[in-house]
């Protein structure tokens, strides 16, 4: 019996309405517990058969045994049928249930049938339950056949074909009857539907419904229960909502949450969702309410066989999130039928092959039926086990004595061995346990098998202990069957083995003696030729390469020169440094030393020097630079930064210069200077100023304030004299009144005075530095002061009353007049003129120009309180003269009115903006993001991502390389091996270098002068030696037995290349030829002459003599400069002489000038010569082209052409003129023409000329000027001729950045190889047949392709940034930086740069620093700056930070106070490593950490480990026993298993249930009134008396009891001890108490919801299960510390 708990994990206080949301996991639950009750059935009971015997398979079935799951079920519920089956792959032919006898079938009514190709037996009629229990326990099982293999026999009840594989239902219903039921068409799928629904087919209490084929295992199951054999019929599925979207819309995948299963439901949506009562029938509408319900199992049209297709379309679907289909291919195809053209194939069906179809509603001619199914449907009313049981029958058989296929058949009894069976059934898993047992005196036993029987030939006596004669002796396998298999093995030291026979032996002392293992310990090899273990000591010890020596039986003294052969060579020698080994005792590495190079200095001791230039240094370029006459300075002695010295001047001079020599100054008011002494010292005293300190003699006396433009070159002034009054007075006239200066030469002594006929008040006292109060005498003027009081004049007026004066506003001022009393005056400075205001006579159009002027408040009649404001978008005032305007250009836009503002450039890129200073203009800058490099000025930046600075540490001690760094390429880092191999994204296997392992055939290569090398190091064995330069030759796998040497190509000191500084073979125009290329044969190499010149040759040198074959050189031919040949040479290839060169040749434009141009003014057309074309096979010369033209008089373009008759490239001839029309071949050097002599060509015979006579006249002739040589021809006389070389190398100079100028010093025709190039800045800067190695060049201010400048601005200008060329001086290119301007930071090379504002140490508004010397808010209050987001855009974000370890900050000021989370520090570690959570509830309060243990365990303490606890009472198990109304204790919460449910209701005793429910016993009035109190929180009480009984809260809940009723509990989590409350446990902190709060429980109907709330006078929001965030704000509460007590 299998026991299954569906377990409810949810509180029952919560659980009051259960939801359908577990129904998928329950499924599932019960069909594994289907499958675990089917096996558990399968081998309850095996039972054994014997063949041709009657066997009841089901004797003890009894109806009343059942289990009926609910009250729809009982013995008297009627069946219409039942099946008894031998199962699928079990049933043999001979097999038969046999029935109940007839009789008693027809009885009761029912018929019986048996299908023996199905082995079925079909029980068919209405009875009860009970009648058919007993009808099957009646059913027999009999076989004939002789297989005697198990067989399982199972029935099930109900008409339906019963699945125990998932727990459901099938059955196949023929529609060729007419319809039972009406409906649409009596083929039709709601007609089915509704049949497979209707209440008379439930079964067991389940709903039916059209089948759902969901899986490719259910489709089986309903194949094995052979319900599809019968024909097409209608499937669960339809796509009637939306074409194309296929759902099972019937059963559990349909709409379960709304099915209607009582039988007085509509049938059809007892278990389909509504799609409408017609359905389909209207052409394709669905009208229902549930239209897009149910699992969407495909989506679009036809499946293809090709696969699924992404996105579905209406010819080719796909299955939507893995969900199972059987379509068969092309279907669904929604292809109307011509019987029912207006409805779509919108319903699924599957054919006799199990293939899904589409079809419309009502189809009467291809369906044949439908298959009804029936599962979690409705509530099914009999158990699993009882709706069907299995029953195994085995054979009984006797391996050792019957005669079968898994019998022994005497194999035991051919080896004297005995059989025996342990099993005597022919159940499978009994079958081949036969066992064949050795005789008495040899162990070994096997299971259906002859036994191996143990032998051991090592024993004594055995014929392996004798062969072995005192080796040692090993059996492998110790068997009878085994012989001869024994092994001889040598002993200790010797080794060596054989099989079946004495070993040889032999001992290699370098493995296994101590004294040969010295060798391997020394670290040097080791080699025993002699391996006789007669013979030992005579092993070698050899030193590892590249050291030397060795020794025969004990280690070796090896010798090592580090700077010959070891490191010394290759980091210092190799490197261009001195190396001095220091000790060449191999065992002593690392002690070279390496030297600097003069003039540098500098050594070091096992590694490459790090080598100093001081250029200020005797002899070096910064002292001969600086002078003697000026100070010198390397600022930084490393050899790659040359240039870099400062001259400075020599005091009082100043000025300095980086890299050359200062431009000195002279301030003629230097200290202790004359005319300074002069100034300061005259009456009255003077300031001395030089405006220019470059210019002598323009220095000067100034006199002091307010007379400071009184000034005297070249000395000090006799007065100062200044009349304040010319600057004073506008305060007096203001007031009408007159300014006086009594004394010129005395500061500060004007004053105002009344203009009679006013007068002062009091009399006679003038205004000091301020106007007078001056009075009228007229009228009522003379009485009345109020005028005067407020600095007005006053008008008395004659009327007819006393008291009548006016006040009017004094200039410039303005108002009404004032009637008896002061007017009311104002003064606008922004539109008035006067002394104060913005316009002064000196500036009439006011002094804030084009910004706007402000007067704040005009009315107050306040003198410079004017502003001047900056106009939109800029911002910015400044009061009494012009504002500084900025704007952050990141945060405008050109709509803002500012054309030279980002706007969205940035962020449109995804990068952020920059404004560096917002009072600059043009200098916003775009930044890439996170994780990429790169910033531009004005514009989107190039971002570049170089992956190895995250994966660098992916390859551990290799080199990261990133090759493309661009944004877009990513994954294609690589990892390098110091030997190049590499790999992609990942660690490079770098396999061994065969090379270092030190082989004695490696070290040959060392030994006989060459070089090993491993090309492949994950190759084995491919390792060769290969000769040294200038040797040639290579040996795999050992080394060159004979080096070459072709002294014609090689580089030596008896070469042809090092004769004379060169190949004088290829300079005569010449062959080199090496005879004889090996290494002891030099200096044997020859010049031969090139035919048709003959053979001559010369060894070694000098050139050969060659019979001169050149016809011209008699003539005014001369050698042009840059005339090339091209040669065919013994290598088959051709050769370019002097600056010409190629790359093969196969095609004759291959050989090229190096560098542009050539004589014909582009690439040579040359001609390769072919041995075929060519028979004297070694020469040949340049095809005729213009140039040749005019050297050789033959014009291929005219009437001249080329002619291979003879076989020879070198003949130009008449057109018409051939061999075959008599023609004569004219030799391709000739200058003349056939038949006409040249005249006084020998007067043409200066450089660059040629004689040319155009005809057989006389005295006709002229010279004439040969390319590159320019100048008019001359008639009978030499030609005057030029060579400009520029002409031909001017492109050389200009090729070079910035580009160059030529210049030719010397144009003669003799005067060659003086031309020069020269710097475009600096002409003094020369360099003769070559670019100047060094121009100097600032990259800001000149032009080149790699300048920044362009000839009006940089790129720098466009982002209001600065350029700066960090050595211009040099010729170094593509250096210049764009740097951002202060306050901002940031520099780029060659490009903008990406700015960047750390307002913690930039001087700004927004920063931390307001102004230079301003206070650091920070560090004062000993904390740290931080600031936030440092891009210029984001501003006044900055932040004063605690120091670690507290975190505590404050943004733009110092923080208050700095808390520490005290579970940061070492605390966290005493709880992390016990497993405890650390908790700090309050930052501020010191010592206030805990430890709590994490859940399931329960306990904290503070300031140390918890003692943690498990409370097995916790969760289900608390559960179990409050289902039951008991209590749950742990009797150790330090151990496990000691939970127990124990009684509590007072009618209730019985024994504790250990880990399980006590046994109570309910006592009294409770066992009829405890439903009444079955609430989790309360039980029943029965008191002593009658009537008595009540309902009582049960602990943590409290409340008042109920009388004879329920009982009002509640939950205070605030008092109680329970897993939700405040305390878990009793000992448990009071986590409010704690910090002075007060708990409260908001709700206590409900759990979880106890809070802390602050007490007064504090105030805060409360915390829900946590403490409280309190605050106390002494100045608005009354307390004892408040300000309100």
């Known amino acids: 019996k299998a026991t299954v708990s569906v377990l409810n994990c949810e509180h029952p206080k919560h659980n009051k309405h259960p939801t359908t949301q577990h129904t998928g996991h329950i499924t599932l639950m019960r069909q594994h517990v289907l499958l675990a009750l089917a096996a558990a059935a399968a081998g309850a009971g095996e039972r054994y058969y014997e063949p041709n015997a009657a066997y009841r398979a089901f004797p003890d079935l009894e109806c009343s045994a059942m289990t009926f799951l609910t009250a729809d079920c009982d013995c008297s519920t009627s069946l219409t049928g039942a099946h008894v089956r031998v199962e699928e792959g079990a049933c043999r032919s001979g097999d038969v249930l046999i029935g109940p006898a007839a009789a008693e079938l027809t009885r009761h009514g029912i018929a019986g049938a048996w299908d023996a190709q199905w082995c079925d037996y079909e029980l068919k009629g209405q009875a009860p339950l009970s009648v058919y229990a007993t009808l099957l326990t009646k059913v027999e099982f009999k076989t004939s056949a002789a297989d005697l293999e198990k067989r399982d026999v199972r029935f099930t009840l109900g008409h339906a074909a019963y699945s ?350 101590d004294e040969g293992k010295m060798c391997a310990a020394a670290g040097q090899g080791c080699e025993d030729r002699m391996r006789d273990p007669t013979s030992l000591g005579d092993f070698m010890c050899t030193c590892p390469p590249p050291s030397a020596g060795s020794d025969t039986g004990k280690v070796a003294f090896c010798l090592l020169d580090e700077c010959a052969l070891g490191d010394g060579k290759t980091l210092c020698a190799d490197q261009g440094q001195g190396c001095v080994d220091q000790d060449d005792d191999s065992r002593v590495l690392g002690d070279f030393l390496c030297t600097c190079p003069s003039p540098q200095t500098g050594s070091a001791t096992g590694k490459l020097a790090t080598c100093e230039l001081d250029e200020c240094a005797d002899g070096n370029a910064g002292k001969a630079a600086c002078g003697a006459d000026q100070n010198c300075v390397d600022t930084n002695l490393a050899v790659d930064k040359p240039l870099d010295f400062e001259c400075s001047c020599i005091a009082p001079q100043t000025g300095r210069a980086v890299g050359a020599k200062a431009a000195c100054e002279l301030d003629e008011c230097h200290d202790g200077g004359a005319l300074k002494a002069a100034c300061e010292t005259a009456a009255p005293p003077q300031i001395c100023i030089d405006p220019s300190p470059r210019d002598d003699g323009d220095a000067f006396c100034q006199c002091h304030a307010p007379a400071a433009s009184l000034k005297k070159i070249g000395g000090p002034r006799a007065d100062c004299d200044w009349d304040e009054c010319t600057t004073h007075g506008g305060t007096c006239h203001r007031s009408a009144q007159d300014c006086e200066d009594p004394d010129v030469t005395v500061a500060d002594n004007w004053v105002c005075m009344c203009i009679p006929p006013q007068y002062t008040v009091p009399a006679n006292t003038h205004g000091a530095q301020e106007a007078a109060m001056c009075l009228t005498p007229v009228g009522d003027c003379t009485e009345h002061t109020d005028c005067a009081d407020a600095g007005q004049t006053c008008d008395a007026l004659a009327d007819d009353h006393d008291d009548v004066f006016e006040c009017h506003c004094t200039p410039p001022s303005t108002g009404a007049v004032g009637k008896n009393g002061a007017a009311t005056c104002a003064l606008d400075e922004c539109t008035v003129t006067c002394t104060s205001c913005s316009k002064t006579p000196a500036h009439p159009d006011g002094q804030c ?11 107050s009649g306040k003198e410079h309180d004017w502003v001047c404001r900056c106009a939109a978008p800029y911002t910015g005032t400044n009061i009494g003269a012009p504002a500084t305007c900025t704007i952050n250009e990141c945060e405008s836009s050109p709509a803002d009115g500012c054309a030279h503002c980002a706007g969205m450039v940035c962020s449109a890129a995804s990068q952020t903006c920059s404004d560096p200073d917002v009072a600059k203009e043009k200098d916003w800058v775009c930044k890439c993001p996170t994780g990429q490099d790169g910033e531009a000025e004005g514009k989107p930046a190039v971002c570049v991502l170089d992956e190895c600075k995250a994966n660098a540490g992916t390859c551990d001690g290799q080199t990261c390389e990133d090759a493309d760094t661009s944004v877009t390429a990513t994954g294609g880092w690589e990892c390098v091996c110091d030997n190049g191999v590499r790999a992609t994204a990942a660690k490079a296997d770098c396999g061994d270098n065969e090379c270092i392992q030190w082989g004695w055939d490696r070290w040959d290569c060392i030994l006989f002068g060459q070089d090993c090398v491993d090309p492949d190091f994950h190759t084995e064995d491919d390792w060769r030696c290969e000769c040294r330069a200038p040797l040639t030759g290579t040996q795999l796998g050992g080394w060159v037995r004979h080096c070459a040497m072709d002294e014609c190509v090689a580089d030596c000191d008896t070469c042809a290349e090092k004769v004379g500084g060169g190949d004088i073979c290829a300079a005569a125009g010449q062959l080199c030829v090496d005879a004889d290329t090996s290494d002891d044969m030099l200096g044997d190499w020859v010049c031969e002459c090139v035919l048709p010149a003959g053979h001559a040759s010369a060894v070694g040198a000098p050139v050969a003599q060659c019979p001169d074959h050149d016809e011209c050189k008699d003539e005014s031919e001369a050698v042009i400069p840059g005339v090339h040949l091209l040669r065919y040479g013994k290598d088959h290839g051709c050769k370019c002489e002097s600056n010409w060169t190629q790359t093969s040749c196969h095609d004759p434009t291959d050989c090229h000038l190096v560098g542009p141009g050539s004589p014909d003014g582009g690439p ?111 008639a009978l006389a030499t030609a005057a001729c030029q060579l400009d070389e520029c002409d031909q190398h001017e492109a050389l100079c200009h090729s070079v950045e910035p580009p160059q100028g030529c210049e030719d010093p010397d144009t003669s025709p003799a005067a060659t190889d003086d031309w020069m190039c020269t710097c475009p800045s600096a002409p003094t800067f020369t360099q003769v047949r070559g670019p100047v190695p060094g121009c100097p060049l600032d990259e800001c201010t000149e032009t080149c392709a790699t300048c920044a400048f362009n000839g009006t601005s940089t790129p720098c200008d466009a982002v209001n940034q600065s350029c700066v060329d960090p050595a211009p001086l040099s010729n170094a290119t593509g250096d210049w930086t764009c740097a951002c301007v202060a306050p901002l930071s940031g520099t780029n090379k060659a490009a903008a740069a990406m700015c960047s504002l750390d307002e913690c140490t930039a001087v700004c508004s927004t920063c931390m620093r307001a102004a230079d010397g301003a206070a650091d808010v920070c560090f004062d209050a000993g904390q740290m700056c931080v600031d936030v987001d440092s891009t210029p855009g984001s501003t006044g974000d900055w932040v004063c930070r605690c120091q670690p370890p507290s975190t505590t900050e404050a943004v733009i000021a110092a923080a208050a106070a700095c808390y520490v989370d005290e579970c940061r520090t070492d605390p966290k570690v005493n709880c992390t490593v016990n497993y405890q959570d650390c908790t700090d509830p309050d930052l501020a309060v010191p010592g206030d950490w805990f430890c709590a243990c994490q859940l399931p365990l329960v306990g904290l303490k503070v300031q140390g480990v918890a003692a943690c606890k498990y409370d097995e009472c916790q969760g289900a198990n608390q559960t179990e026993c409050a289902n039951n109304g008991q209590a749950c204790e742990d009797a150790d919460p330090a151990a496990f298993g000691t939970w127990h449910c124990k009684c509590i209701r007072p009618d209730e005793e019985g024994p504790d249930g250990l880990m399980a429910a006590a046994a109570c016993v309910k006592m009294g009035e409770c066992e009829t009134n405890a439903p009444t109190c079955e609430d989790a929180s309360q039980h029943c009480h029965d008191g002593p008396g009658d009537m008595d009984w009540a309902c009582q809260c049960i602990a943590p809940y409290t409340g008042a009891d109920g009388a004879m009723g329920p009982a009002n509990c509640t939950l205070d989590e605030c008092a109680a001890v329970c897993p939700t409350c405040m305390k878990i446990a009793a000992d448990a902190e009071d986590v409010c108490g704690k910090h002075g709060q007060a708990c409260v429980d908001a709700d206590p109907a409900n759990e979880g919801t106890w809070q802390c709330q602050c007490r007064a006078p504090a105030t805060g929001a409360p915390g829900v299960r946590t403490a409280a965030t309190c605050e106390l704000d002494e100045c608005e509460a009354a307390c004892g510390t408040c300000e309100a007590e």
């Open 164 to 513: 125990p594989k998932n727990g459901h239902f099938y059955e196949w219903f023929d529609m060729s009857s007419a319809a039972r039921y009406a409906g649409q068409g009596w083929k039709s799928w709601q007609n089915a539907q509704y049949f497979c629904a209707h209440p008379d087919q439930d079964v067991f209490g389940l709903v039916g419904y059209l089948a759902t084929m969901t899986s490719e295992e259910e489709k089986d199951i309903i194949n094995d229960n052979h319900v599809y054999h019968k024909g097409q019929g209608w499937l669960g599925g339809s796509d009637v909502a939306e074409e194309g979207n296929w759902r099972w819309i019937v059963g559990p995948e349909g709409c379960p949450g709304t099915y209607q299963t009582g039988k007085a439901a509509p049938v059809l949506l007892r278990s389909a969702c509504d799609i409408g009562v017609q359905g389909d029938a209207k052409g394709g509408a669905c009208t229902g309410t549930q239209c897009d319900q149910g699992t969407l199992f495909w989506k679009g049209g036809r499946y293809k066989t090709t696969g699924d297709c992404n996105p579905p379309t209406k010819d080719c679907g796909q299955h939507v999130d893995g969900a199972y289909h059987h379509w068969r291919p092309g279907a669904p195809d929604n292809k109307k039928k011509a019987s029912n053209a207006k409805e779509g194939d919108h319903f699924a069906t599957t054919q006799r092959d199990l293939l899904w179809n589409d079809l419309p509603a009502r189809h009467n001619t291809e369906i044949q039926g439908y298959v009804c199914e029936w599962g979690e449907v409705g509530t099914q009313c009999l158990s699993d086990s009882d709706i069907t049981r299995s029953q195994r029958f085995v054979h009984k058989l006797n391996e050792c004595v019957d005669d079968c296929a898994t019998c022994q058949k005497g194999r035991c009894d051919d080896y004297g061995q005995t059989c025996h069976d342990p099993t005597d059934t022919a159940a499978p898993d009994a079958l081949g346990d036969w066992t064949c047992t050795c005789p008495v005196g040899k162990d070994g036993m096997a299971t259906a098998d002859t036994a191996a029987c143990s032998l051991d030939e090592c024993a004594a006596g055995q014929a392996g202990d004798t062969a072995c004669m005192g080796q040692t002796c090993a059996d492998p396998v110790k068997l009878d069957s085994s012989l001869m298999d024994f092994t001889c093995t040598c002993v200790e030291p010797a080794f060596g083995s054989a099989k079946g026979m004495l070993a040889t032996c032999e001992v290699n002392e370098c493995i296994h003696t």
């Open 849 to 859: 120009g084009a910004q706007e002027c402000h007067d704040p408040n005009p009315e």
């Open 1164 to 1274: 040579c057309v040359g001609a390769c010569c072919n041995p075929d074309q060519d028979p004297g096979g070694d020469w040949c010369f340049i095809k005729p082209n213009a140039y040749n033209e005019a050297k050789y008089g033959c014009n291929p373009d005219t009437n001249w052409h080329f002619s291979t008759w003879d076989g020879f490239w070198d003949y130009c001839m008449p057109r018409g003129a051939l061999p075959s029309d008599g023609g004569v071949p004219v030799p391709f050097f000739r200058d003349s023409l056939p038949g006409v002599p040249d005249e006084q060509s020998n007067v043409c015979t200066d450089v660059g000329q040629k004689c040319v006579d155009p005809s057989s006249d006389p005295n006709d002739w002229w010279c004439e000027c040969l390319p590159p040589f320019s100048g008019s021809h001359a």
